[in-house]
């Protein structure tokens, strides 16, 4: 399997801060990875796919980039509404792999 | 518009089997291309992805379990089942279904709510 190891495991920020979070892959996966923001309670939002395409509705602070197997996602300004858990995922090989998730809280 | 709904118990016994039931609308199964997925999550911990079944029948199963899941799907009634055998107090967690944007890039572009499982004697 391929595993998926996101950095670091949480975060304090405030609003209107610039965050990134990263993700490493065991091996290439190019660009085959998306990023999921999930608030309590919720079920995963799919935010980016194919490593930096943002999903339609999703607001263009965030942005992802990187291929291989090194891959960021940032907030340009973090908004209330950005404090959840996000998770990457890889889909080049089976079994879909997720991170262990990225905590951004006040 | 894709929905996803998760049924199911709330609640089974140790050594019991799981069966929960994902109905959906806004796509067919009998369409090429279109999948669903199941992917869990146990309390404050990571999601883990179970299996995937897609319209030509073609199942996928996550190696660590897929002696215990079986997913199968109902194309008349819009409805993909995944039962899971054997089931352990581990195994509690939150229960996802999702829909695959494709075959070939099998990331999650729609959610149901998910559904509650403990598992205790």
Redesign the interface.
């Known amino acids: 399997d391929i595993q998926m190891t996101q950095s670091p495991s949480s975060l304090s920020a405030s609003v209107g801060d610039r965050v990134t979070i990263t993700c490493r892959a065991s091996q290439d996966i190019r660009n085959w990875l998306a990023w999921y923001q999930q608030k309590p309670e919720k079920a995963p939002r799919s935010l980016v796919s194919g490593a930096s395409t943002l999903q339609s509705g999703v607001p263009s602070r965030f942005s992802g980039s990187g291929s291989g197997t090194h891959f960021t996602l940032t907030i340009s300004s973090l908004q209330p509404e950005d404090f959840a858990t996000y998770y990457c995922q890889q889909y080049h090989r089976y079994p879909p792999t997720f991170g262990g998730g990225t905590r951004v809280e006040i | 518009h894709i929905t996803l709904n998760e049924s199911g118990p709330t609640m089974v016994k140790p050594t019991q089997t799981l069966t929960l039931t994902c109905t959906f609308s806004g796509f067919s199964l009998s369409t090429r291309g279109r999948g669903v997925g199941w992917i869990r999550q146990p309390p404050g911990k990571?999601?883990?992805?179970l299996a995937l079944i897609y319209w030509n029948d073609d199942k996928?199963?996550?190696?660590s379990l897929h002696s215990r899941l079986t997913i199968t799907k109902d194309t008349s009634k819009d409805q993909v089942v995944l039962t899971m055998t054997n089931m352990d107090p581990v195994d509690t967690a939150t229960y996802?279904c999702?829909h695959p944007?494709t075959e070939e890039?099998?990331?999650?572009?729609?959610?149901?709510?998910?559904t509650l499982v403990t598992v205790s004697s």
């Open positions: 990571a999601l883990e992805w996928r199963y996550n190696p996802f999702a944007y890039f099998y990331y999650f572009d729609y959610w149901g709510q998910g």
